[in-house]
């Protein structure tokens, strides 16, 4: 079937330090990929997206490049900040079973700390 | 800038009650959906709307039941309570239909049933 996995949080970094994220998928057919926010108190909001192999999507210093070699997608920002704590959803999107399904995996919690 | 709202945002209920969750966007978006999220998991579809007046099943539609009367308004309804129905609900809406398309969500109302 049609899933997302992403790996377990808590992350807990330092302010500065690297961030990556894993995310595989599985799926069949061609899907567009996704990573959404949820900083506290708030809903999910789109982080950025690529919608083809080899695409890279970026926004806000935070990159993630559509491997569909390796069904991959992590998440990579070269130095967080205290501001980027949030839960942090990889998903994919394609048409099956007669609607067009937004697949979400499980979340990854990141806590930056000073 | 509303969005997407959703009320209320917790709940405790027992079980066998009944209740109906609200959703309200002002973006004028033709499609909208209801999800839920439980631990360890990623969130789930229960059900989606693709204009005024429609609804149609999700992956996990059992024990709920939804209206859209209104296009700028989405309803959940539980009818009977179960402790199985304890979780957080998301509710999304989107301008239009298709694999690239971003949906926008509320905040989340975490339900408990006890």
């Known amino acids: 079937g049609n899933s997302v996995t992403q790996m377990e949080g808590p992350v807990t970094l330092s302010e500065e330090a690297f961030l990556t994220i894993n995310c595989t998928y599985t799926?069949?057919?061609?899907?567009?990929l996704f990573w959404y926010v949820q900083y506290p108190g708030e809903g999910l909001q789109l982080l950025l997206k690529?919608?083809?192999?080899?695409d890279k999507g970026s926004n806000k210093g935070f990159e993630a490049t559509y491997r569909k070699e390796t069904t991959s997608f992590h998440l990579e920002k070269g130095s967080v900040q205290v501001s980027d704590s949030a839960v942090y959803f990889c998903?994919?999107?394609?048409?099956?079973?007669?609607?067009?399904?937004?697949?979400f995996g499980a979340g990854t919690r990141l806590a930056v700390h000073p | 800038n509303a969005g997407v709202t959703q009320t209320p945002k917790f709940r405790v209920l027992k079980t066998g009650q009944s209740m109906t969750l609200l959703c309200a966007q002002d973006?004028?978006?033709?499609?909208m959906y209801w999800y839920r999220q439980d631990p360890g998991m990623g969130l789930r579809l229960i059900h989606y709307?693709?204009?005024?007046?429609?609804?149609a099943k999700g992956e996990v539609p059992d024990g709920y039941n939804v209206s859209r009367l209104k296009k700028q308004n989405f309803l959940l309804g539980l009818e009977s309570a179960a402790p199985s129905q304890t979780s957080v609900y998301f509710c999304?809406?989107?301008?239009?239909?298709?694999?690239?398309?971003?949906?926008?969500f509320g905040q989340g109302t975490r339900l408990t049933v006890v």
């Open positions: 690529a919608t083809k192999a080899d």
């Open positions: 999304a809406s989107s301008r239009d239909w298709g694999m690239n398309t971003e949906a926008f």
């Open positions: 709307s693709v204009g005024e007046g429609t609804t």
């Open positions: 998903a994919l999107s394609l048409v099956s079973g007669g609607y067009n399904k937004l697949i």
């Open positions: 973006m004028n978006h033709e499609y």
């Open positions: 799926a069949t057919g061609y899907p567009s």
